[in-house]
């Protein structure tokens, strides 16, 4: 199927304008423009980006100022800028879904890679991998403004909330329940995306981290995104919720922040100059600008009713540390919030100069940028060979063995004479590409993927969408099932379920595709492969325990490459070594509010808590789990069973030793950068694959408190990390373990502290107990 026939229609509509200014990228300061004439520093390059966006800044009439605070900024002609488009997804691949994007269906680029939605690519646990994903989108978005085919290069990407909650519609877009890993991915993507050239200092996109802070609702029990105001206490946002966008800023370099609807403890996010400027600039040491999510500035008069006015609205958030605002509200309203004393033109200078300091990064105000660092780029680096092969690798590496009763897989190709592909999922290329997508370069859904390995297959849906809510054609799936040498049924979920906009309400698989599946592995010669395609965790504990379902599969939303990456696992060309990044929850847990945001249980009133680090009750499958085609051992061989410490910070740590309530602990702020530097040590897994196939492994390490009392997590991941092994091959990992970092916990005033005493790394079962006392 044509990449165009996969997206919707309008996808694929560019205005006749826009083609025909298509030809190359707007910019300024060109050598013989009249702004460079006027020798404005604005267009000077030796000159820091700050510097020079302030003198283009005070240039500015009053009116020009304001027309730039919304995502769609025009131009100012006298001047020499040109018009610009903030808002551009690249959440897994270049997408439409924002303003400045386009692709041509005429003679110009018509698609890019579309690599695995994010939960699935984090499922293979390997900074490495989503470092080069983010370089080949940021290449592609580049190569696009340089053929006039994007009107901006400000990326708002990539989401890095918690997926708190396995009901949320947006879960599929993150890299899952974990913070460190959510951590890891936001540095690893924002790093790719944003370009490492430092010799020239230009950009080559820029990113932007999503949705601060403790966003992970969009509309449920009649709760919606735009109204709720959550209660969130000091110690979740410090060790949880935060910990993603403090890694973004601080480690991954990202240039902008947005700030969500969410009202956290009455406070909307984009009014608040605590989240905004005291930790974001402050703490984090955010150089670039922050962005609200679309409407959410004009919500707070409307929907939350935080704000008295539009005039309040833009003045409150403003003034708290916002740079720009996804709509045009505060294009509209700013003029009469200055006028009426609420908002100082000084407070929208400093908006102002954050933005165009960004663009001058990017290279927009040196003159035409095909020439500069990243002008080589064009239409021949989108959708290459290499991307293509990285998102079939992406793919592959992410899908996780659920189940594989008595070895089923992999089967031999040369054995199936006869298949039966049968499912909702199994030929539809929407459920690919998940959601902020743009036009694939190719599409290979999970039924073309196996017609590449099996020559008969017939195929036959069993149901019209994934909603399988109406008459689904059993009798027929049961006929077809019952005929064949193998089955397999691809199943799942799709943006009908979980989306923006639209959480769930059951943890089930929707409408009739249980009954269908059991009915089909009732009737199939030999046990059935179960291939499920969904962001969301599902409960499938029916499926666990039917012994005619002889294996299973995630394969979450896997991009383009998608149906040959199953095929792959399915036939042995590929050894599965992906881990689930989330608790796959039973459906009894949809029981608990989703409003309530707790992460650690509540034993008093029944509360089971959030996330393995803290949920108390049954699972499906645990966080970390996936199966191989090989026996790998896992054995910690090296670490530091008592911590050696210098005179100076055995002294120091003494100093900010407290002892409370029976327990002594240190303060992470009062030991200093200084000294946890030196507290650093190295530890070491011996890892072998015992085979019988070659194989890519990731090893998760964790630490463990001696008790899970008084807010501690039962265990918290530490590490990871991932490396192909041949059979028979032994490798040593190394970790690099920072106990300031690793050892700390979170009281309920949100300060870290490191208890005195015992410490466990773990390693599957395996422990080592490391003392960390003064």
């Known amino acids: 199927m044509a990449a165009a026939a996969l997206v919707p229609p309008f996808i694929l509509v560019t205005t006749a304008a826009f083609l025909a200014a298509a030809a190359a990228p707007l910019f300024s300061c060109g050598p013989s423009s009249p702004e460079s004439a006027q020798g404005y520093a604005f267009c000077d390059a030796t000159l820091p980006p700050a510097r020079r966006a302030a003198d283009l800044v005070s240039r500015l009439t009053v009116a020009e100022k304001v027309a730039q605070l919304g995502d769609v900024a025009p131009g100012v002609p006298r001047l020499g800028v040109p018009a610009y488009k903030w808002w551009n997804e690249a959440l897994h691949g270049l997408a439409t879904s924002g303003k ?42 580049r190569a696009l403004f340089n053929v006039g085919q994007a009107e901006g290069l400000t990326m708002w990407s990539p989401n890095v909330n918690i997926f708190r909650d396995p009901r949320w519609g947006r879960g599929q877009e993150t890299p899952g329940e974990d913070p460190a890993v959510a951590s890891r991915y936001a540095v690893a993507f924002v790093r790719g995306l944003q370009g490492n050239n430092t010799s020239s200092g230009i950009l080559q996109t820029s990113a932007c981290c999503k949705h601060a802070t403790a966003y992970d609702l969009e509309d449920w029990n009649g709760v919606a995104r735009y109204s709720f105001a959550p209660r969130v206490t000091a110690q979740d946002l410090e060790d949880t919720f935060n910990p993603p966008f403090r890694s973004c800023v601080a480690d991954g370099g990202a240039t902008c922040v947005m700030c969500a609807y969410t009202a ?85 200078d400093r908006a102002l100069t954050n933005l165009f300091a960004v663009r001058m990064r990017l290279g927009h105000f040196d003159g035409d940028p095909r020439s500069n660092t990243y002008g080589a780029l064009g239409a021949a680096d989108i959708c290459t060979p290499e991307h293509r092969a990285l998102a079939l690798e992406a793919a592959q590496d992410g899908i996780v063995l659920l189940k594989n009763d008595a070895n089923l897989l992999p089967l031999d190709r040369s054995a199936v004479g006869a298949a039966a592909a049968i499912g909702p999922n199994a030929d539809d290329g929407r459920a690919l590409i998940a959601n902020y ?52 049924l691809f199943m799942g979920l799709s943006q009908q379920q979980e989306s923006e906009g639209k959480d769930r309400t059951s943890l089930l698989l929707p409408g009739n595709q249980q009954s269908l599946i059991t009915a089909v592995a009732d009737a199939a010669k030999r046990p059935v492969i179960l291939v499920l395609l969904s962001g969301g965790p599902v409960d499938v504990t029916f499926a666990q325990t039917n012994p005619k379902i002889g294996a299973i599969l995630w394969a979450g939303y896997p991009g383009q490459a998608g149906g040959l990456a199953i095929a792959s696992v399915l036939f042995g060309d ?23 945001l707790r992460m650690r249980a509540d034993p008093a009133t029944g509360y089971p808590g959030r996330s393995y680090r803290f949920y108390n009750g049954n699972t499906v499958y645990k966080f970390g789990y996936g199966l191989s085609y090989s026996t790998f051992s896992r054995r910690l061989v090296a670490g530091a069973n008592t911590l050696a410490m210098s005179a100076s910070v055995l002294a120091g740590l003494r100093e900010t030793m407290t002892e409370e309530d029976g327990e002594s602990y240190y303060h992470v702020d009062a030991i200093g950068a200084d000294s946890c530097e030196q507290l650093r040590f190295p530890a070491a897994v011996e890892v072998q694959n015992h085979g019988p196939m070659d194989g890519k492994h990731s090893v998760l390490m964790f630490l463990r408190w001696p008790n899970a009392t008084a807010g501690r997590p039962a265990r918290q991941l530490i590490g990871f990390r991932s490396q192909h092994l041949k059979a028979g091959e032994k490798a040593s990992f190394r970790f690099d373990v920072s106990p300031c970092e690793h050892f700390s916990r979170v009281r309920e005033d949100g300060k870290k502290v490191i208890d005195r005493g015992s410490h466990f790394l773990m390693v599957d079962d395996h422990e080592m107990e490391i003392r960390f006392e003064a």
């Open 100 to 141: 400045g994007l386009h692709f041509d269906a005429v003679g110009g680029v018509r698609a890019a890679t579309s690599f695995p939605q994010v939960l699935l690519t984090a499922a293979a646990f390997d900074d490495g991998l989503w470092l080069r994903i983010g370089q080949a989108i940021g290449r592609e978005a």
């Open 264 to 348: 956290v403890n009455g406070v909307p996010s984009c009014a608040d100059a605590g989240l905004l400027t005291d930790t974001a600039r402050g703490d984090w040491g955010l150089d670039g600008y922050v962005a609200s999510d679309c409407d959410a500035v004009a919500i707070m008069r409307d929907a939350q009713r935080y704000a008295a006015s539009p005039e309040d609205a833009v003045a409150v958030s403003l003034k708290a540390g916002l740079d720009i605002d996804c709509g045009p509200y505060v294009q509209q309203h700013a003029t009469a919030a200055m006028q009426q004393g609420k908002l100082a033109e000084a407070d929208v």
């Open 437 to 488: 997508f743009g036009p694939p370069c190719e599409s290979v859904t999970p039924l073309k993927g196996l017609q590449s390995y099996v020559p008969n297959v017939r195929f036959l849906a069993g149901c019209a969408s994934a909603a399988c809510d109406a008459a689904t054609n059993q009798a027929a799936a049961v006929a077809l099932a019952g005929s064949a040498d193998y089955v397999f």
């Open 574 to 596: 590929h050894n599965p070594g992906g881990r689930l990044p989330v608790t796959w929850y039973p459906e009894e847990f949809t029981k608990i509010p989703m409003t309530d």
